[in-house]
């Protein structure tokens, strides 16, 4: 249990039977009345944003997280397959749970699983991967002076803007939670 006067950002809680993460949290103490605590919470599972006040005193459950580096094997369906490295047993987790985290990931790359009490409930990509260009166009010179960027495709699938001067056959480097590029490696 932990108290609403020792919350943090990036806490993990159990709260009306869901799991929220704390994604932002002040202490009021208004001039006229009891003091209490602000909270902005991220649920886990759904991603909704609710904003709730506690009182200092108030006690809610800790949630714990496991969060396990699995190896993403393949994707047949609407199923992607994810293997432990240590024991090799592997998982198959629906696209629901998984959303579009894998937009950036190949095959055999490491991702963090995240579950709570068994229940996966979201995948981690890596923070930065590397990708060949399968298709883009080609710059034009004389267009840089603004930072110009063009659309292309990645070997998984997925769009990136990148500079005019990359072209098809370049490896780049992404940051996968914003999806922009960051340099060609």
Known sequence: MISAGDFRNGIT?????????????QHVKPG?????????LKNIKSGGVVERTFRPTEKCPQARIDRK????????????????????????????????????VKENEMCKICSHNGNV??????????????????????????GATKPAVVETGATVYVPLFVEIGDKIKIDTRSGEYLSRV
Not at 32 to 40: D, L, N, P, Q, S
Not at 88 to 102: K, P, R, V
Not at 121 to 143: M, N, R, S
Request: no cysteine; net charge negative.
């Open 69 to 104: 580096d699995m190896q993403y094997l393949y994707s047949d369906g609407d199923l992607f397959y994810f293997m432990d490295v240590e024991n090799y047993e592997q998982i198959a987790i629906n696209s629901d749970s998984i959303g579009d985290a894998l937009k950036f």
């Open 121 to 146: 409930f979201a995948v981690e990509p890596p923070l930065f991967v590397e990708l060949d260009i399968t298709e883009t166009e080609p710059g034009f010179k004389g267009d840089t002076a603004t």
């Open 13 to 25: 809680i159990e709260l009306e039977g869901n799991i929220f993460q704390i994604v932002e949290f």
């Open 32 to 40: 006229k009345g009891a003091a209490f605590v602000r909270t902005k």
